[in-house]
């Protein structure tokens, strides 16, 4: 299984992105999709995620601001961005949980760069 992001890319303050995760290989189920990002220097945190129940939570300083949709048809998930601000600056991770018909892991994808600059 691997997952690739995508869409990163440099935008000024106030732009916008969106940011694109596509899981491919032995999928039968996957879940908990999400957003997480690492700014220099800095732990990686949660962005966004959708629970095993459904609904996505956001971490608070992107609330309002960005938006987490999937397509579970195409097993990808992804990451409207507008309003960007510079302390948005990082470099940004999918994951998510994949039953691959034995056991369920957890998956990461490669990373994308997000630089917010003017």
């Known amino acids: 299984v691997q997952l690739q992001a995508s869409g990163g890319g440099l935008v000024q303050p106030g732009g916008s992105l969106r940011l694109s995760c596509a899981a491919s290989?032995?999928?039968?189920?996957?879940?908990?999709m999400g957003w997480y990002r690492q700014a220099p220097g800095k732990q990686r945190d949660l962005v966004a995620v959708?629970?095993?129940?459904?609904?996505?939570n956001y971490a608070d300083s992107v609330k309002g601001r960005f938006t987490i949709s999937r397509d579970n048809a195409k097993n990808m998930w992804y990451l409207q961005m507008n309003s960007l601000k510079p302390e948005d600056t990082a470099v940004y991770y999918c994951?998510?949980?994949?039953?691959?018909?034995?056991?369920?892991?957890?998956?990461w994808g490669q990373g994308t760069q997000v630089t917010v600059s003017s």
């Open positions: 994951r998510a949980g994949v039953f691959d018909g034995r056991r369920w892991s957890d998956y």
């Open positions: 290989g032995s999928i039968s189920s996957i879940n908990n």
């Open positions: 959708f629970t095993s129940g459904g609904s996505a």
